[in-house]
């Protein structure tokens, strides 16, 4: 269902574990299905036994410690120098054990009933090899498949594909990082498409995917660690331009780019993360704390069965071609944790893990040029990405594309040239030439939209010289905002193809005014300062429509011409609220928030609020959606009037049994232009039916009764992020779209609700 791009999610290890909520801290207890760490009891392990020298082999990580070729069924501990036991664990059927979580620096040794192993010191952060590790990397060709050694010894896979010949070299080189197969040497696409544009190519595989050895755990601290030695044993070889890279990808390996660059390794020089996320709970796992079973889970479903010995199927014919190195690096896969069970386990934020796997608390710390694209209606990572943006504070070069539309939209080919002028620029320090943009983007465009024509690529910095180009790019407003997305005047409706880019110096907008609207009676949504009355209920049924709202047996949910299946709430099961016709054109382009007064005759229940515009001709645009638990309504301490970022922990949630609660619902970002004439429309009920993949795991029954209150007392309100007309850099595209052009915003015939809106 996913290709190699289709992105992350996350995981549980969300809430596992403890841990620090540095990079530079262990992110997991847990040693896998085949073993059970804890602490045992000081008399378990008699001081007095005499032990022979250990049969197994020890390898010392950072925070971790592998024990390989033991003897299955063996329990073992891990002790420290003064014999306090720090964890135990049975060795699985591959001889094999991991113990995760251990003080950094320790001086360890690792015992059984009969067998006492030599003191070994578990690995720091900061226990960085030297220059000359990595430039000595035997095992990583010029040219094909090898491997790369990080400072544990781990080797992992990588394809090296150079654009010519290693001896016409040096040429810029840059790395995609992620647990998907970039290091499957039987495919190439993406490092065609990167030679084409004149780099060197190399595809590495996390740590227990793949080829490569060790454990699989998602964004565990090995996994950031680990890409601060890729980084550093690539640009370390001689066919490396100016012995520096940058990193590339999309999705999974876009966002493992964040956490790589965080760790600041001295030899990057750019990354290019696009369509991420910025909080792995509270972006895609939990939005509103509620669990997404449709992409998240599946997704890593798929990560689980993929790092299992052989899982993503490719290892095996390397095996069968000889490769033993390959073969020995599955031997630590019956360490993986389980993680869907994780996700069932914790359904709460759990600091200190929620924030190691929470990129908007730690992207501050990357320090190198960032070219980031993102779309709001994402069906897989989703739009909440945009919260972060202004967390970049390490970087002076900061430069964004955010445009309505879906998860490869980030990729399309009008962010595409912006995107490889400034792979040229910063990676291969030449003027930008997109003639090979030019001819890349039919194919892009065929194979992934099913459109082959697009607005041409125009060479912007002909005939400058490289710093001229540079300091040119470099003086350009650093945010772009397409506007109707899929509708661009001549194109096949739903060509990734903007009507028009709006142009800002930072995100969020600095001009943006935060505009109310209040819910009254009837339906209607009024202007901030009128007098609201009454309240309005319907009931919560989650299975009132289809879970999701796309045809999957018709067009891919990428392809031009997708169908989509969104449908008008049944009678009774949500509220509608609609303005007036707008006098003027309304652009709105950021967060935004839902703040009601609510009840219910349940203990808990589950909101989708949904932001429409309903257009004169009596047809409705999907905008944007936000969900929330009431249970989880605590904010945290960093909420502001337009993002009510909640806490999502556990000490924290508190049920609402019959009583009147104002809970404040996060409208993920977006940017959508509400021509004059159109009306606004906030739409609330049960999780479903706006997400092209997100399915929700939502308590509803179908019974349960909610109460939205907007009298004077309880003032229910949407509060959104409106720019003003001067405040734009160019006046919005006159004519509304088409129904059913705009890209990840479906169309359809409006049908009042139950009560009125």
């Given at each position: 269902?996913?290709?190699r791009?289709?992105?992350?999610?996350?995981?549980?290890a969300?809430?596992?574990?403890?841990c620090?909520?540095?990079?530079?801290?262990?992110?997991?207890t847990?040693?896998?299905?085949?073993?059970?760490?804890?602490?045992?009891?000081?008399?378990?392990?008699?001081?007095?036994?005499?032990?022979?020298?250990?049969?197994w082999?020890?390898?010392?990580?950072?925070?971790q410690?592998a024990?390989?070729?033991?003897?299955?069924?063996?329990?073992?501990?891990?002790?420290?120098?003064?014999?306090?036991?720090l964890?135990?664990?049975v060795?699985?059927?591959?001889?094999?054990?991991?113990?995760r979580?251990?003080?950094?620096?320790?001086d360890?040794?690792?015992?059984?009933?009969?067998?006492?192993?030599?003191?070994?010191?578990?690995?720091?952060?900061?226990d960085?090899?030297?220059?000359?590790?990595?430039?000595?990397?035997?095992?990583?060709?010029?040219?094909?498949?090898?491997?790369?050694?990080?400072?544990?010894?781990?080797?992992?896979?990588?394809?090296?594909?150079?654009?010519?010949?290693?001896?016409?070299?040096?040429?810029?080189?840059?790395?995609?990082?992620s647990?998907?197969?970039?290091?499957?040497?039987?495919?190439?696409?993406?490092?065609?498409?990167?030679?084409?544009?004149?780099?060197?190519?190399v595809?590495?595989?996390?740590?227990?995917t793949?080829?490569?050895?060790g454990?699989?755990r998602?964004?565990?601290?090995?996994?950031?660690?680990?890409?601060?030695?890729?980084?550093?044993?690539?640009?370390a070889q001689?066919?490396v331009?100016?012995?520096?890279?940058?990193?590339?990808?999309?999705?999974?390996?876009?966002?493992?780019?964040?956490?790589?660059a965080?760790?600041?390794?001295?030899?990057?020089n750019?990354?290019?993360?696009?369509?991420?996320?910025?909080?792995?709970y509270?972006?895609?796992?939990?939005?509103?704390?509620?669990?997404?079973?449709?992409?998240?889970?599946?997704?890593?479903?798929?990560?689980?069965?993929?790092?299992k010995?052989?899982?993503?199927?490719?290892?095996?014919s390397?095996?069968?071609?000889?490769?033993?190195?390959?073969?020995?690096?599955?031997?630590?896969?019956?360490q993986?944790?389980?993680?869907?069970a994780?996700?069932?386990?914790?359904?709460?934020?759990?600091?200190?893990?929620?924030?190691?796997?929470?990129?908007?608390?730690?992207v501050?710390?990357?320090?190198v040029?960032?070219?980031l694209?993102?779309?709001?209606?994402?069906?897989?990572?989703?739009?909440?990405?945009?919260?972060?943006?202004?967390r970049?504070?390490?970087?002076?070069?900061?430069?964004?594309?955010?445009?309505?539309?879906?998860?490869?939209?980030?990729?399309?080919?009008?962010?595409?040239?912006?995107?490889?002028?400034?792979?040229?620029?910063?990676?291969g320090?030449?003027?930008?030439?997109?003639?090979?943009a030019r001819?890349?983007?039919?194919?892009?465009?065929g194979g992934?939209?099913g459109?082959?024509?697009?607005?041409?690529?125009?060479?912007?910095?002909?005939?400058?010289s490289?710093?001229?180009?540079?300091?040119?790019?470099?003086?350009?407003?650093?945010?772009?905002?397409?506007?109707?997305?899929?509708?661009a005047?001549?194109?096949?409706?739903g060509?990734?193809?903007?009507?028009?880019?709006?142009?800002?110096?930072?995100?969020?907008?600095?001009?943006?005014?935060?505009?109310?609207?209040?819910l009254?009676?009837g339906?209607a949504?009024?202007?901030?300062?009128?007098?609201?009355?009454?309240?309005?209920?319907?009931?919560?049924?989650?299975?009132?429509?289809?879970?999701?709202?796309?045809?999957?047996?018709?067009?891919?949910?990428w392809?031009?011409?997708?169908?989509?299946?969104?449908?008008?709430?049944?009678?009774?099961?949500?509220?509608?609220?609609?303005?007036?016709?707008?006098?003027?054109?309304?652009?709105?382009?950021?967060?935004?928030s839902?703040?009601?007064?609510?009840?219910?005759?349940?203990?808990?229940?589950?909101?989708?609020?949904?932001?429409?515009?309903?257009?004169?001709?009596?047809?409705?645009?999907?905008?944007?959606?936000?969900?929330?638990?009431?249970?989880?309504?605590?904010?945290?301490?960093?909420?502001?009037?337009?993002?009510?970022?909640?806490?999502?922990?556990?000490?924290?949630?508190?049920?609402?049994?019959?009583?009147?609660?104002a809970?404040?619902?996060?409208?993920?970002p977006?940017?959508?232009?509400?021509?004059?004439?159109?009306?606004?429309?906030?739409t609330?009920?049960?999780?479903?039916?706006?997400?092209?993949?997100?399915?929700?795991?939502?308590?509803?029954?179908?019974?349960?009764?909610v109460?939205?209150l907007?009298?004077?007392?309880?003032?229910?309100?949407?509060?959104?992020?409106?720019?003003?007309?001067?405040?734009?850099?160019?006046?919005?595209?006159?004519?509304?779209?088409?129904?059913?052009?705009?890209?990840?915003?479906?169309c359809r015939?409006?049908?009042?609700?139950?009560?009125?809106?």
């Amino acid at each position: 269902m996913r290709p190699r791009s289709a992105a992350l999610l996350v995981l549980a290890a969300l809430t596992a574990a403890s841990c620090s909520d540095d990079l530079g801290a262990s992110t997991a207890t847990s040693t896998g299905p085949s073993s059970t760490v804890q602490a045992p009891e000081p008399t378990t392990v008699p001081t007095t036994v005499e032990r022979s020298p250990a049969s197994w082999t020890l390898r010392p990580g950072v925070e971790q410690l592998a024990i390989l070729d033991a003897e299955p069924g063996t329990e073992l501990t891990v002790s420290t120098a003064d014999d306090e036991p720090l964890a135990t664990g049975v060795v699985d059927d591959q001889g094999s054990l991991l113990f995760r979580s251990l003080p950094a620096g320790a001086d360890v040794s690792v015992t059984s009933e009969t067998e006492v192993s030599t003191d070994v010191t578990v690995l720091a952060v900061d226990d960085v090899p030297s220059a000359d590790f990595y430039a000595e990397q035997s095992k990583l060709p010029a040219g094909g498949f090898g491997y790369v050694t990080v400072r544990d010894g781990t080797t992992l896979s990588a394809n090296v594909v150079l654009p010519g010949p290693a001896d016409e070299g040096p040429y810029p080189t840059v790395v995609e990082y992620s647990g998907y197969a970039p290091s499957n040497p039987s495919d190439t696409t993406f490092a065609e498409l990167y030679n084409a544009l004149g780099f060197a190519y190399v595809g590495v595989n996390m740590r227990g995917t793949g080829c490569s050895g060790g454990s699989f755990r998602f964004f565990e601290l090995a996994q950031s660690i680990d890409g601060f030695d890729v980084i550093e044993a690539i640009a370390a070889q001689p066919w490396v331009l100016d012995n520096e890279v940058g990193m590339v990808g999309i999705s999974y390996p876009g966002i493992s780019q964040l956490f790589v660059a965080a760790t600041q390794p001295p030899s990057l020089n750019s990354i290019t993360p696009l369509s991420v996320l910025a909080d792995s709970y509270r972006s895609t796992l939990y939005p509103g704390g509620i669990l997404n079973t449709g992409f998240a889970v599946e997704w890593t479903q798929e990560r689980v069965d993929q790092s299992k010995p052989y899982g993503q199927g490719w290892e095996q014919s390397m095996v069968d071609d000889g490769d033993d190195e390959c073969e020995q690096n599955q031997s630590l896969r019956l360490q993986n944790p389980d993680l869907v069970a994780e996700i069932d386990e914790n359904p709460f934020y759990a600091n200190p893990l929620g924030d190691s796997l929470a990129p908007i608390t730690f992207v501050d710390r990357i320090e190198v040029p960032v070219f980031l694209a993102g779309a709001w209606q994402d069906e897989q990572t989703g739009g909440q990405f945009a919260t972060m943006l202004d967390r970049f504070t390490g970087t002076d070069h900061l430069y964004l594309t955010l445009t309505n539309g879906l998860h490869t939209d980030s990729l399309s080919p009008p962010v595409f040239a912006r995107y490889a002028e400034f792979l040229q620029l910063y990676v291969g320090k030449t003027v930008p030439d997109l003639a090979p943009a030019r001819a890349i983007a039919p194919v892009l465009g065929g194979g992934i939209y099913g459109v082959e024509t697009f607005r041409p690529m125009e060479d912007r910095f002909a005939g400058q010289s490289y710093d001229e180009a540079l300091a040119a790019f470099e003086s350009e407003p650093s945010v772009r905002v397409f506007v109707d997305h899929g509708a661009a005047e001549g194109f096949t409706p739903g060509t990734p193809e903007p009507a028009a880019v709006l142009e800002f110096s930072s995100w969020p907008i600095p001009e943006a005014e935060a505009t109310r609207w209040l819910l009254d009676d009837g339906g209607a949504l009024v202007d901030d300062g009128a007098t609201p009355a009454g309240e309005s209920a319907y009931t919560g049924d989650p299975d009132a429509l289809p879970a999701t709202f796309y045809d999957e047996d018709g067009p891919g949910v990428w392809d031009a011409a997708v169908q989509w299946d969104w449908r008008a709430m049944p009678e009774g099961s949500g509220l509608g609220f609609v303005t007036a016709p707008l006098d003027d054109d309304v652009y709105v382009a950021g967060s935004g928030s839902a703040d009601l007064w609510v009840t219910t005759d349940a203990d808990d229940a589950d909101l989708e609020v949904t932001i429409t515009e309903v257009r004169p001709d009596g047809t409705e645009v999907y905008v944007q959606s936000g969900w929330l638990r009431l249970s989880q309504r605590a904010l945290a301490d960093d909420a502001t009037e337009l993002w009510p970022r909640h806490t999502n922990a556990e000490a924290d949630a508190a049920p609402v049994a019959g009583e009147v609660v104002a809970a404040r619902v996060e409208i993920h970002p977006f940017a959508h232009a509400f021509r004059a004439g159109s009306r606004l429309r906030l739409t609330i009920d049960a999780p479903g039916n706006n997400r092209a993949e997100w399915e929700f795991r939502t308590i509803e029954d179908g019974d349960t009764e909610v109460t939205v209150l907007h009298d004077a007392e309880h003032p229910s309100s949407i509060v959104l992020s409106t720019i003003p007309a001067a405040a734009r850099s160019t006046p919005l595209p006159p004519a509304p779209p088409a129904c059913g052009s705009l890209r990840g915003q479906p169309c359809r015939d409006y049908v009042p609700a139950s009560n009125g809106g």
